[in-house]
């Protein structure tokens, strides 16, 4: 199970941290990520970090102003959200998929679990 919080409204500009917990089994090798989804849009990717090696991928839209990390003896991974812009607002969701490549982060179908939703506003 994965359940995220940290969602709110917050004015351009300003800056959010989202949390994701995992509880129960996983792989060793599982990669966390995260995903937004704004009214009427396909899911779209935010980051992933890689449990094994730690390294950290971000989508162009949100490259230099989001940061991902994550603690693994809490099993936690965090979005550390800047320089929010009113295009940031959505339904954020973390995911956990086991056995993924580089190439196939991006790719919401590629991930097994999903966390509910949190849900950031960011107005102008």
């Known amino acids: 199970q994965l359940q995220a919080s940290g969602g709110g409204l917050v004015q351009a500009g300003g800056s959010l941290r989202l949390s994701c917990a995992i509880s129960g089994r996983t792989s060793s090798t599982y990669t966390m990520a995260w995903f937004r989804q704004a009214p009427g849009s396909e899911r779209e990717f935010v980051s992933a970090?890689?449990?094994?090696?730690?390294?950290?991928y971000y989508s162009d839209s949100v490259k230099g102003r989001f940061t991902m990390s994550r603690d693994n003896p809490r099993r936690t991974v965090y979005l550390q959200m800047n320089s929010l812009k009113p295009e940031d607002t959505a339904a954020y969701y973390c995911?956990?998929?086991?056995?993924?490549?580089?190439?196939?982060?991006?790719?919401?179908?590629?991930?097994?679990?999903w966390g509910q939703g949190t849900k950031v506003t960011v107005s102008i």
């Open positions: 970090i890689f449990r094994s090696s730690g390294n950290v």
């Open positions: 995911a956990v998929g086991g056995g993924l490549i580089l190439s196939s982060l991006k790719y919401a179908g590629q991930y097994n679990y």
